[in-house]
């Protein structure tokens, strides 16, 4: 059989690296959604109001908030809100 070695030998968990990255997945999970449902009021706006102009400028700022949020932490999900409620606000103006 196998030798799997013994519990004594196995190295100790890395407790605060695991929460670094479960703080960065949910940082991402965050950011992505938003930046997600940025995109798809941008899709309405165009699709439904026929302004492909303002869409595509909402995606386009959709793509540099997503990478702003993405970059810095302390600002997060609020960089990808700007173009989301834009969109939002260009979908009831229209």
């Known amino acids: 059989m196998a030798d799997h070695g013994h519990a004594a030998d196995a190295p100790q968990m890395d407790y605060p690296e695991h929460e670094r990255t479960y703080v ?3 940082h991402f ?8 449902l940025a995109i798809v009021a941008a899709l309405a706006v165009g699709g439904t109001k026929h ?3 303002t869409a595509i400028i909402g995606t386009l700022l959709t793509l540099v908030g997503t ?7 302390s600002i997060g999900w609020r960089a990808t809100f700007v173009p989301f409620a834009l969109m939002l606000l260009a979908l009831l103006l229209y």
């Open 24 to 26: 960065g997945f949910v």
């Open 29 to 36: 999970a965050e950011v992505g959604t938003l930046a997600c």
């Open 51 to 53: 302004a492909w102009g």
């Open 67 to 73: 990478g702003v949020g993405i970059a810095a932490p």
